[in-house]
């Protein structure tokens, strides 16, 4: 009886602990929210991109992002919403900004099936630690819809996917196939290198049910994966992103192509080197201490995460902020196989446990300094 006594009060002492680390930096979050006022980019998306006014309603945004295709770009889905927040305020957008960053951290854990506050607040930390510019991605509203909100409505469309290679016997999900089709817009319709991602990565799931499970395509698995293709296509093919391209400077093929090795080096050397060293490290664990092997799931979080930084060889600039959609999906990956990993070993709890911390640690240092 004293032993379990003893037990329970650790769990209780855990529990505080685990939820006092997720409320101080929610509140971290919360003031550095607070204290970067809209700058930038935001002044401009601020205003009818036509006239040049400020924004007075609907159908000054739908003036601006048909501009916006036209002429500056295709991410019109992400931008129209920024509009939106910009036009609610800077508290109201920080509100939302924080509904979104907490729906985030919810929706890693829901993608990598371990939906327990202790991976709430790691998923959560890591994504403060891990980021090359959280400024920049996650407190600058034009970086913060951007990002943080693409990011929620791109693992809101691929987590299906991933449940049913995993359980291919699944139960049918409710009205799949009405609400995947504006989730697969928006994915695709994200950002350049995310959305096309999702796209590859979908119609390989329904390659690999069709060929590999031998199972009948359920119709949402294909509804969704054609709007993720409409979207992908808006992005990519706007007339804005050929017109932005012809204003750059002309250079040589050769010239270009160590420009784009260059800036791909940096972004993996940089950028994303704290995201790929978690990941490493728990797949190595996994695989080479553990003897285990992957999921087709998991399979398909790393492709999503190789193919959402290999399309970045596209685009004339990879500035920290664009890694943000792949450190997201290293952080789904790392916590599906820490779950597995605690699932195995439950040993290993207390230096996960250690791990955690520091990164929590990590993100509260970047909250306060920055």
Request: include cysteine.
């Amino acid at each position: 009886m004293h032993e379990e006594e003893k037990r329970k009060a650790i769990k209780t002492y855990q529990g505080f602990i685990i939820v006092a680390g997720i409320v101080i930096l929610a509140v971290a979050e919360w003031f550095g929210h607070r204290r970067i006022t809209f700058m930038m980019d935001d002044e401009w998306y601020g205003t009818n991109l036509v006239t040049n006014q400020p924004l007075r309603g609907l159908s000054d945004i739908i003036e601006s992002q048909i501009w916006h295709f036209r002429n500056w770009g295709g991410r019109c889905m992400t931008h129209g919403i920024l509009q939106l927040t910009l036009m609610s305020g800077e508290f109201m957008a920080d509100m939302l900004n924080m509904a979104a960053f907490l729906l985030l951290g919810w929706m890693i854990c829901a993608a990598a099936e371990w939906k327990k506050p202790f991976a709430f607040l790691l998923s959560s930390s890591l994504i403060v630690a891990l980021n090359p510019n959280a400024r920049m991605s996650m407190f600058w509203q034009s970086g913060t819809v951007n990002y943080v909100y693409s990011a929620v409505w791109i693992l809101a469309f691929i987590l299906p996917y991933l449940r049913q290679v995993k359980m291919p016997e699944a139960n049918r999900m409710p009205l799949a196939d009405l609400w995947i089709l504006p989730l697969g817009l928006m994915a695709g319709w994200s950002n350049e290198n995310m959305g096309p991602a999702c796209l590859c990565v979908a119609a390989g799931a329904g390659v690999y049910r069709a060929k590999c499970q031998k199972q009948k395509l359920p119709a949402w698995m294909i509804s969704g994966t054609v709007s993720c293709l409409a979207g992908s296509i808006l992005v990519v093919a706007a007339p804005g992103n050929f017109v932005r391209v012809d204003a750059l400077e002309k250079k040589a093929f050769g010239e270009v192509l160590y420009d784009r090795f260059c800036s791909m080096l940096h972004a993996g050397g940089e950028f994303l080197f704290p995201a790929a060293v978690l990941v490493t490290a728990v797949l190595l664990l996994w695989t080479v201490c553990l003897k285990e092997k992957l999921r087709p799931d998991q399979w398909m979080l790393a492709a999503l995460a190789v193919l959402s930084y290999g399309a970045m060889v596209l685009s004339p600039h990879y500035p920290d902020r664009a890694a943000f959609g792949t450190m997201t999906i290293c952080i789904v990956l790392s916590l599906s196989v820490l779950r597995e990993i605690l699932k195995k070993n439950i040993r290993l709890y207390g230096y996960i446990g250690c791990m955690a911390l520091c990164y929590w640690c990590r993100a509260m240092w970047i909250l306060f300094w920055m």
